[in-house]
């Protein structure tokens, strides 16, 4: 079945750092590929989407590229702040169930 | 617009006991989802309403019924809480077009069963 792996955290960095957050997925077809991230006590915002092969998503400085033939889909972020303080999870929508598979998290605290 | 509203926000039962978890969105979305999010596990699907009238099993319904009461409401149902549905619930919507792709999610119910 579809599933999603995504590195173990915390991950704990200081202010201006370089980010990576692994994610990798099994999954028939084509799925769409997501970074969500969740701030202290709140829901889950998206971050970033890519829906086919060699996407690139991007937003508040966070990349993530869809890698086929790696099956990857890696967050990076150039230069961490304390305000990225966060836990970030990685997911697949495949297209027949719209359901939406999420990774366990990565917590990311950025000390400044 | 609030987006995803969720009541309450935090909720004491003791084992046994019943509550409803409250969901209503605004964006006009036909697609509504219930989750749990436990520490280790990241979010797991309990339900689903693909369109107004209809509802689905996710993957860990047991324990769990749903109700779409309309196309804005989306409720959560335990009717005999159990230790083990001690979480955070979190409700989300999904529209169509060009924001098909996208799940919005709301602020959470933090559940603690005794």
């Known amino acids: 079945g579809n599933s999603v792996t995504q590195m173990e955290g915390p991950v704990t960095l200081s202010e201006e750092a370089f980010l990576t957050i692994n994610c990798t997925y099994t999954a028939t077809g084509y799925p769409s590929l997501f970074w969500y991230v969740q701030y202290p006590g709140e829901g889950l915002q998206l971050l970033l989407k890519?829906?086919?092969?060699?996407d690139k998503g991007s937003n508040k400085g966070f990349e993530a590229t869809y890698r086929k033939e790696t099956t990857s889909f890696h967050l990076e972020k150039g230069s961490v702040q304390v305000s990225d303080s966060a836990v970030y999870f990685c997911?697949?929508?495949?297209?027949?169930?719209?359901?939406?598979?999420f990774g366990t998290g990565t917590l990311l605290a950025v000390q400044p | 617009n609030a987006g995803v509203t969720q009541t309450p926000k935090f909720q004491v039962l003791k084992t046994g006991q019943s509550m409803t978890l409250q969901c209503a969105q605004d964006m006009n979305h036909n697609s509504m989802y219930w989750y749990r999010q436990d520490p280790g596990m990241g979010l797991r699907l309990i339900y689903y309403?693909?369109?107004?009238?209809?509802?689905d099993k996710g993957e860990v319904p047991n324990g769990y019924n749903v109700s779409r009461l309309n196309k804005r409401e989306f409720s959560l149902r335990l009717e005999s809480a159990a230790p083990s549905q001690t979480s955070v619930y979190f409700c989300?919507?999904?529209?169509?077009?060009?924001?098909?792709?996208?799940?919005?999610f709301g602020p959470g119910t933090r559940l603690l069963v005794l």
């Open positions: 890519a829906t086919k092969a060699d």
């Open positions: 997911a697949l929508r495949s297209g027949a169930t719209n359901k939406l598979i």
């Open positions: 989300a919507s999904r529209g169509s077009g060009t924001s098909a792709e996208t799940q919005y």
């Open positions: 309403s693909a369109s107004e009238g209809t509802t």
